[in-house]
């Protein structure tokens, strides 16, 4: 049975975070938000350092390479709960240490001894990032749809020539790019095939040969969040980088990632509980009428109704989480993942809206928090994972059993309906 209450390490682990988030993250967010040019907007290298020296960078490393060998997702998303209050960009520094511990720990990488090289740099260099190269031009969401063409999904190619990959193509809207160290990119090693048989993932240094940074994108909110293009020129990738076997398909790759949609979700509750807070203190102070807006019905029901909403994403938010973690005891539910990463993307929307209405005209101000919140929240509804109507398709999807159990799935959904690509992230 699911336990509400928090270990004494989520607890430190919160408060460390709110910490960071609140004397390191939330003075400069405004700021950076502001420059014109996105490439001034991302964190600086000097805060990851900082944030290295937490022991939140390094939470999901193992203990042996210096990590914290926090492997629950349920303590990601206190985290990053906490650290999104601050700024909402900054959760992609979380999402780094998750990704390259679950891949490098999970014997993907077939040369032990380079996914030990990798996990020893990523420890000791304080402003090591990871990205994930998914989206292109011509393939967003119908890489997570069940149409399995040869002619749909990635683009961007991998032909083994000798001990290498050449690879070729453009990703986009990639967050991390001219940052990251590490990107993991999906390929196509086989054109005559849907993705499903056709592509593999190999992770590619940043600096190979053929590899650069295109142009960045100008995002109307999540803006220290970096993102960019990603251009492979005839870029030359050590075939020992592939993922899995080639051709492996993007479920088998996918069951060895999880938590990157929840992590997010929780982030969305942080900036909704970041314009809660602001909301009501300024409720309480604000007078008109003789008395504090608070308390004048037509503010106070908007205030519960944020506190509401709050608590309800996060319970379920959390408790996904738990069942995630819980996976091995208990069968894993992949429309609830995906639910309630969208419902709390949905209601960190509703909270922002009712923050600005109950701050009128102060709320639009630039100088003020509140209509910042408003736009990290409305850019990460419409564009994360695919945006939010594409979570809810993909779970209608599972739901109805539209897919079929698959002979290649080692895990088949109880009634048939098959996990795809990003289910139970």
């Given at each position: 049975?699911?336990?509400?209450?928090?270990?004494?390490?989520?607890?430190?682990?919160?408060?460390?975070?709110?910490?960071?988030?609140?004397?390191?993250?939330?003075?400069?967010?405004?700021?950076?938000?502001?420059?014109?040019?996105?490439?001034?907007?991302?964190?600086?290298?000097?805060?990851?350092?900082?944030?290295?020296?937490?022991?939140?960078?390094?939470?999901?490393?193992?203990?042996?390479?210096?990590?914290?060998?926090?492997?629950?997702?349920?303590?990601?998303?206190?985290?990053?709960?906490?650290?999104?209050?601050?700024?909402?960009?900054?959760?992609?520094?979380?999402?780094?240490?998750?990704?390259?511990?679950?891949?490098?720990?999970?014997?993907?990488?077939?040369?032990?001894?380079l996914a030990d090289y990798w996990m020893r740099e990523?420890?000791?260099?304080?402003?090591?990032?990871?990205?994930?190269?998914?989206?292109?031009?011509?393939?967003?969401?119908?890489?997570?749809?069940?149409?399995?063409?040869?002619?749909?999904?990635?683009?961007?190619?991998?032909?083994?020539?000798?001990?290498?990959?050449?690879?070729?193509?453009?990703?986009?809207?990639?967050?991390?790019?001219?940052?990251?160290?590490?990107?993991?990119?999906?390929?196509?090693?086989?054109?005559?095939?849907?993705?499903?048989?056709?592509?593999?993932?190999?992770?590619?240094?940043?600096?190979?040969?053929?590899?650069?940074?295109?142009?960045?994108?100008?995002?109307?909110?999540?803006?220290?969040?970096?993102?960019?293009?990603?251009?492979?020129?005839?870029?030359?990738?050590?075939?020992?980088?592939?993922?899995?076997?080639?051709?492996?398909?993007?479920?088998?790759?996918?069951?060895?990632?999880?938590?990157?949609a929840l992590i997010n979700a929780a982030g969305q509750?942080?900036?909704?509980?970041?314009?809660?807070?602001?909301?009501?203190?300024?409720?309480?102070?604000?007078?008109?009428?003789?008395?504090?807006?608070?308390?004048?019905?037509?503010?106070?029901?908007?205030?519960?109704?944020?506190?509401?909403?709050?608590?309800?994403?996060?319970?379920?938010?959390?408790?996904?989480?738990?069942?995630?973690?819980?996976?091995?005891?208990?069968?894993?539910?992949?429309?609830?993942?995906?639910?309630?990463?969208?419902?709390?993307?949905?209601?960190?929307?509703?909270?922002?809206?009712?923050?600005?209405?109950?701050?009128?005209?102060?709320?639009?101000?630039?100088?003020?928090?509140?209509?910042?919140?408003?736009?990290?929240?409305?850019?990460?509804?419409?564009?994360?994972?695919?945006?939010?109507?594409?979570?809810?398709?993909?779970?209608?999807?599972?739901?109805?059993?539209?897919?079929?159990?698959r002979s290649d799935d080692e895990n088949p959904v109880?009634?048939?309906?098959?996990?795809?690509?990003?289910?139970?992230?």
């Amino acid at each position: 049975m699911y336990d509400y209450r928090m270990t004494d390490e989520q607890k430190e682990y919160q408060k460390i975070a709110h910490e960071f988030a609140r004397d390191e993250i939330r003075p400069i967010s405004l700021e950076l938000d502001h420059k014109e040019d996105p490439l001034d907007c991302a964190y600086m290298p000097h805060l990851l350092e900082k944030l290295d020296k937490t022991g939140l960078r390094t939470m999901s490393i193992p203990k042996e390479y210096g990590g914290g060998g926090v492997d629950d997702l349920l303590t990601h998303c206190i985290v990053g709960e906490e650290i999104s209050w601050g700024d909402r960009g900054a959760t992609g520094f979380m999402l780094s240490s998750t990704k390259i511990s679950h891949i490098l720990a999970s014997e993907l990488l077939g040369d032990p001894e380079l996914a030990d090289y990798w996990m020893r740099e990523y420890v000791s260099d304080p402003t090591f990032l990871i990205g994930t190269a998914t989206t292109e031009p011509v393939s967003g969401s119908e890489n997570q749809l069940p149409y399995n063409g040869a002619d749909g999904g990635y683009q961007t190619t991998a032909v083994l020539d000798g001990d290498n990959y050449i690879v070729n193509g453009k990703k986009h809207f990639i967050s991390n790019v001219g940052w990251a160290r590490l990107m993991f990119t999906f390929v196509r090693t086989n054109p005559d095939v849907g993705v499903e048989q056709g592509a593999s993932l190999l992770m590619v240094p940043t600096d190979a040969p053929g590899v650069k940074m295109g142009k960045v994108h100008n995002k109307m909110g999540y803006r220290l969040n970096q993102n960019a293009e990603i251009i492979f020129e005839d870029a030359i990738i050590p075939a020992k980088y592939r993922l899995g076997p080639e051709n492996c398909g993007v479920s088998y790759i996918r069951r060895h990632l999880r938590g990157d949609a929840l992590i997010n979700a929780a982030g969305q509750i942080g900036v909704a509980r970041a314009a809660y807070e602001k909301s009501l203190e300024f409720a309480q102070n604000r007078l008109q009428s003789g008395r504090p807006i608070a308390h004048h019905q037509s503010v106070g029901i908007k205030l519960v109704d944020m506190y509401t909403k709050i608590q309800a994403a996060r319970a379920y938010v959390h408790y996904a989480a738990w069942r995630q973690d819980m996976r091995h005891e208990i069968p894993i539910d992949p429309p609830m993942t995906l639910t309630a990463s969208a419902f709390a993307h949905e209601i960190s929307c509703d909270v922002t809206k009712l923050a600005m209405e109950i701050h009128a005209g102060v709320g639009v101000q630039r100088e003020n928090f509140l209509e910042k919140w408003f736009r990290d929240t409305h850019n990460m509804l419409f564009s994360s994972d695919g945006g939010n109507n594409m979570k809810k398709v993909r779970a209608m999807y599972a739901i109805t059993g539209q897919w079929g159990a698959r002979s290649d799935d080692e895990n088949p959904v109880p009634g048939g309906a098959y996990v795809a690509v990003g289910d139970g992230l």
